[in-house]
Structures are given as structure tokens and as C-alpha cells.
């Protein structure tokens, strides 16, 4: 259960679900469920984003406690922009993503399974 407090759980948890996920839709008995999966793929790729944004902002925001091994607080501080940097470009390809998983949840959607 998310703690909804705690993003070291959080994130734990999350990374233990992905991977209960890649294991359990190696086959699907019920191509009906298809839809739902890549619905709460798509919840769970926003919120993805929204965590990606919201780490870079955490970034910048603590850079004054940024050192490097060695208490050299430029360092430290250059190397938290730059955390911050890759992660709003990691945000942006998952706002790509985001975008074709909708593209592919909306034809999804059209689909009427049969036996």
C-alpha cells in the first residue's frame, strides 16, 4: 500500500508493481483486459511525469545543501542543476510517451473482443 508520506517506500513499492506488471502480462488469458491495463498504464506514466518534475524541483530547491564528496559546494550546487536538468528532459519524453499511450489506449478502445 502506498503511504502517500514516504517516497522512498513509495518508490519502492511502485518499482515492485512495474515488475509484478512485466511479469504478469507475459501472456493475457483475457484480451477484454487489455484496455483497463493500458489505462492505469497511462494514470500511473502521469503521475510518472508529475514525479520526475516534481524530483528536479527538489533539486533546485535544496541546492544550498549541495556538496560534493569533498564540501565544494559549486560542485555540488552545478551537479544538482544538472540533475535537475536531465530529469525535466526525462519528464519530457515521458510526456511523448504519455502522448502515444493515449494515441494507442483511444484505438484500444475501439476494439470489440471476440471469442
Not at 541546492?63 to 519530457?92: M, V, Y
Amino acid at each position: 500500500m502506498p503511504t502517500f508520506y514516504d517516497p522512498g517506500a513509495d518508490a519502492g513499492e511502485a518499482s515492485e508493481a512495474l515488475r509484478g506488471l512485466a511479469h504478469a502480462t507475459r501472456t493475457f488469458e483475457n484480451p477484454q483486459d487489455l484496455y483497463g491495463v493500458l489505462g492505469d498504464l497511462l494514470s500511473g506514466m502521469r503521475s510518472l511525469k508529475q514525479v520526475l518534475d516534481q524530483l528536479a524541483e527538489a533539486h533546485v530547491k535544496n541546492r544550498p545543501h549541495a556538496f560534493d564528496d569533498h564540501g565544494d559546494h559549486t560542485i555540488g550546487s552545478k551537479d544538482a542543476l544538472a540533475a535537475a536538468d536531465e530529469l525535466h528532459q526525462a519528464a519530457t519524453l515521458i510526456d511523448q510517451a504519455e502522448e502515444r499511450l493515449d494515441a494507442a489506449v483511444g484505438a484500444a478502445g475501439c476494439i470489440a473482443w471476440r471469442e
